[in-house]
């Protein structure tokens, strides 16, 4: 289920995308292995047209692509190129660099898909508005952790504020060195003694 969605969606935004296609060709019946870790693990191979088809092979794939579930938030938040920072790559370089490239890379054109339902002017008009949607909530959410982020450096001092960083990490300092100087003359009465 999880492998023929990832296989459809990934095969639709290659299909608006010729030159991720065209990267892929020359790797024409190489395989690999996205593994979700811990939940699902996806073989597939890449067919003649750069697209991604299904595969079940009893040998290991050439590359295995690992990504923890809990980083999929990020694909969301940040896109895949941001994703693809957190994915462990092993096996064949070549081909990896391509798979790499080719997911930091592919965008899904909301507004092609869009337009094919609801007409041009109203897709353009959706995802415009989605676009400020997310900017105003990614400006709210900004606002929101600078005034969490200023209530605890200033009004309840739990967080040290950044420009006091580097007096607090000198006194840090002064008293690590004191509390060994004091640990020292301790131990030297109580062998007085």
Known sequence: ????????????????????????????????????????????????????????????????????????????AGGMET??????????????????FVFRHLRWDAEEDLSRVFGDIAAHRLVDGGRRIAAESRRSLERAGGSVAEYFTEEAPLL???????????????LRDAVARLDKRVARLERAR
């Not at 994703?83 to 790499?100: C, D, I, K, S």
């Open 83 to 100: 994703a693809m920072r957190h994915v462990r790559v092993e096996g064949n370089a070549e081909l990896a660099e391509a798979l790499g």
């Open 160 to 174: 040290v504020q950044r420009k006091a960083l580097p007096t607090f990490a000198l006194e840090v300092v002064a």
């Open 1 to 76: 289920m999880l492998s023929s969605l990832f296989l459809s969606a990934t095969n639709h935004l290659l299909a608006q995308a010729g030159w991720a296609r065209q990267r892929l060709q020359s790797h024409a019946g190489r395989t690999a292995r996205l593994e979700l870790v811990p939940v699902a693990e996806i073989d597939f191979s890449i067919s003649a047209e750069g697209q991604l088809a299904e595969w079940s092979g009893e040998d290991a794939p050439e590359v295995c692509l690992r990504l923890a579930v809990a980083e999929l938030p990020q694909l969301v």
